[in-house]
């Protein structure tokens, strides 16, 4: 089945039609809805756990981690559509149409992104301008700012390089070196996700690390975590766009798909550069 064509309604709009899930354009797709809703869950699983905590505790212990964790396969099953929707389903075979539209689409996204983060930044600094910060400090390790943080700090940042000359040598016409980049990025991106990971097993494992021991760690947890979540989106639309490369479906005249996946990237790269500065420098200075 094709998309439905509504090139002849008179209003210049059309419902939701079932040949259009998931591959449909405009108010047609839902993934971004779906999306939307997982990432309101976050919010509303992170206020219930808080009233279910205490003697006076209004819901149930389990009812605020039990929506936080249906709203992150809610979110990630939003996400799954919505790439599927831009990056492969409208663009396997057509590259060049919709570019300004798509570009325009993911400076919007971002946009969404920065008061994403930006409300748990604005959480840390609550903290941190608190009375409570005293006490939450204590929690601090030693070592926290480590080599690893500096290592995963240039990892990401070279992969920021290696993403963006390997755009710029699709448009010079350079395939191989376009490729041999990219495939670089892709692979420094999942060595990045491995270190967040490794440090996660050391703070847990042997520093004794949770996510409900106190305001410090869920801080901790919580920014870093929104973090990985996105760098792990991050390399999961670097494998789109790398095994569309690799079929040479890219060419210096088509190649928005690279030109968003890269600013998406960066984005990712600068929200790491705050966050090293403000949660790990900022913890131990």
């Known amino acids: 089945m094709s998309v439905a064509d509504d090139s002849t309604d008179d209003h210049g709009h059309h419902l939701p039609a079932v040949e259009d899930w998931p591959k449909g354009f405009g108010e047609a797709s839902w993934w971004p809805f779906i999306t939307a809703i997982g990432a309101a869950g976050f919010y509303i699983g992170a206020a219930l756990y808080v009233l279910g905590r205490g003697e006076s505790a209004l819901v149930g212990p389990m009812v605020g981690p039990g929506v936080f964790i249906a709203s992150t396969f809610a ?8 790439v599927y929707h831009a990056f492969v389903a409208a663009y396997w075979s057509n590259d060049g149409g919709g570019s300004t539209a798509l570009r ?5 996204f971002l946009g969404s992104e920065i008061a994403t983060f930006g409300a748990g930044f604005a959480y840390y600094f609550f903290i941190r301008a608190g009375t409570q910060w005293s006490t939450a400090a204590s929690a601090i390790p030693d070592g926290f700012l480590g080599s690893l943080v500096v290592v995963n700090t240039a990892i990401l940042v070279v ?3 290696t993403l963006h000359f390997a755009h710029v040598a699709l448009r010079k016409g350079n395939r191989s070196r376009f490729l041999a980049l990219l495939v670089s990025t892709f692979v420094l991106g999942v060595v990045f996700i491995g270190g967040q990971v490794y440090e ?10 949770t996510l409900s021991g106190g305001l410090f760690e869920s801080a901790f947890f919580g920014l870093t975590g929104l973090h990985g979540l996105h760098v792990t989106m991050g390399a999961v639309l670097i494998g789109i766009i790398t095994v569309r490369g690799l079929r040479g479906q890219y060419s210096a005249d088509r190649h928005t798909s690279v030109s968003t996946v890269s600013m998406y990237w960066h984005f990712v790269d600068l929200v790491w550069i705050f966050l090293v500065v403000v949660l790990y420098v900022g913890s131990v200075a």
């Open 75 to 82: 979110f990630l099953a939003g996400l799954y559509g919505w």
């Open 104 to 108: 325009w689409g993911m400076i919007g």
């Open 159 to 161: 992969s920021s390089f």
């Open 200 to 209: 996660y097993y050391e703070f847990i494992a042997h520093e004794g690390f």
